[in-house]
């Protein structure tokens, strides 16, 4: 297990503690704002809470870090950048796409593996997607925290991670994978959709 010692404490008692909670997910949300992928620290979670438990807190960490980096982004980066999109009528009219479909597309990149969640969060503060629609979203996270915070309680050390990876051919990680699939190509489908419609309605009005 963990036998690291912190301040004469064993390292996985401190992070029981009250303090260690609030300590994880503090450090979770800054892992997020950093962009960093969330794949070990969750497992960690798992190692260190269990499954249900661990999810719990790494869904608050990741909450938390989602917020602040779309709020950041939007008060910082959006107009900056849109001035620049508006230089471009079809990747404006992308944007546009994205927008339209809100709450939608937020939950299905959410549930797919190929979109990253940390880059996600900064993507949509740049485009018109609600923090409303943004916040919602963010449900969809929990079937993959899940995942990965239970791999971790099955690993029960950080020096089994790669060997757990190696091995998730369970019936969960196949059932999730296959849902990752089917959520890219929804994404795909209907950002394609919608580009077309609003690119179609933007070339008649030249």
Not at 20 to 25: D, E, Q, R, Y
Not at 37 to 60: D, E, K, R
Request: with cysteine; proline share 3%; hydrophobic share 55%.
């Amino acid at each position: 297990m963990l036998g690291i010692t912190f301040f004469g404490e064993n390292i996985f008692d401190f992070f029981h503690s009250l303090i260690g909670i609030l300590s994880f997910i503090s450090l979770y949300a800054f892992w997020v704002i950093l962009l960093l992928p969330g794949l070990w620290p969750s497992m960690l979670a798992g190692v260190i809470y269990g499954s249900f438990l661990g999810s719990v807190f790494v869904f608050l960490g990741a909450f938390l870090g989602a917020q602040i980096t779309f709020l950041l982004g939007r008060k910082f980066f959006k107009k900056s950048i849109q001035r620049r999109i508006s230089t471009f009528p079809k990747f404006e009219a992308v944007q546009k796409a994205v927008s339209k479909e809100g709450l939608k597309l937020v939950i299905l990149t959410r549930l797919s593996p190929a979109f990253p969640f940390s880059l996600l969060n900064l993507i949509y503060s740049l485009s018109d997607v609600s923090l409303r629609d943004f916040t919602i979203g963010l449900i969809a996270i929990f079937p993959g925290t899940l995942l990965f915070c239970g791999l971790g309680a099955v690993a029960g050390d950080i020096a089994k991670f790669n060997a757990v990876l190696d091995a998730q051919k369970d019936t969960i990680s196949l059932t999730y994978s296959c849902i990752g699939v089917v959520a890219t190509f929804l994404v795909v489908f209907l950002v394609a959709q919608t580009s077309n419609k609003i690119l179609k309605e933007f070339d008649q009005s030249l």
